[in-house]
């Protein structure tokens, strides 16, 4: 069936340092989008990405999607402790409604 | 405000004994779903509906029971619940996926922590 990898499950860094996460789908995904949930919190939605090769950045946060629309990353540049949480991304493909979830990755950051 | 409400936020129950969480969204969404959440599994489809009267399921349906008799609500059932159903549950709605062939940002509920012992 149709999956969506995450990788790490876990990252520890200092504060200041950078971070990303990767997802991977095996078939091409129509758009992803990426959450953020706290500890003890509720997902939230951070961005969407559509188009194949297409980059969006939110202040430190920069979002990747894949030319080919299989693979997607985030990276944070010079995290703060009010980063720490997990992070997912989430896949629809075309023709579907159904939205695949990674299985995040929870970010400690250490002040 | 806009938003999406569960309850129970928490409930202990023991297995066989029917429950139902309730889900409610005040955005006038057509799409709604429920997911459960576990360590290291991240979030799992169970249903999702995309309009009134609409129903599909998503990736672990079994034992559970949707309904979508008014835009707003979309209440998850356990007939009978067993103790693998112990999670964290989610509902989420978010704007037709239908009309648009696209995607839109999903807004999250609280969450209800379910214990089946």
Known sequence: GQQVMQIPQYQHVQEGEDFTTYCNSSTTLSNIQWYKQRPGGHPVFLIQLVKSGEVK???RLTFQFGEAKKNSSLHITATQTTDVGTYFC?????????????????????? | EAQVTQNPRYLITVTGKKLTVTCSQNMNHEYMSWYRQDPGLGLRQIYYS???????????PEGYKVSRKEK??????????????????????????????????????????????
């Open chain 2, 72 to 117: 707003r609500n979309f209440p998850l059932i356990l007939e009978s619940p067993s103790p693998n159903q112990t999670s964290l549950y989610f509902c989420a709605s978010s704007l037709s996926v239908v009309t648009s062939g696209s995607s839109y940002e999903q807004y999250f509920g609280p969450g209800t922590r379910l214990t089946v012992t």
């Open chain 1, 90 to 111: 989430a896949g629809s493909y075309t023709g579907g409604f159904k939205t695949i979830f990674g299985a995040g990755t929870r970010l400690f950051v250490k002040a």
């Open chain 1, 57 to 59: 950045k939110q202040k």
């Open chain 2, 50 to 60: 995309m309009n009134v009267e609409v129903t599909d399921k998503g990736d672990v």
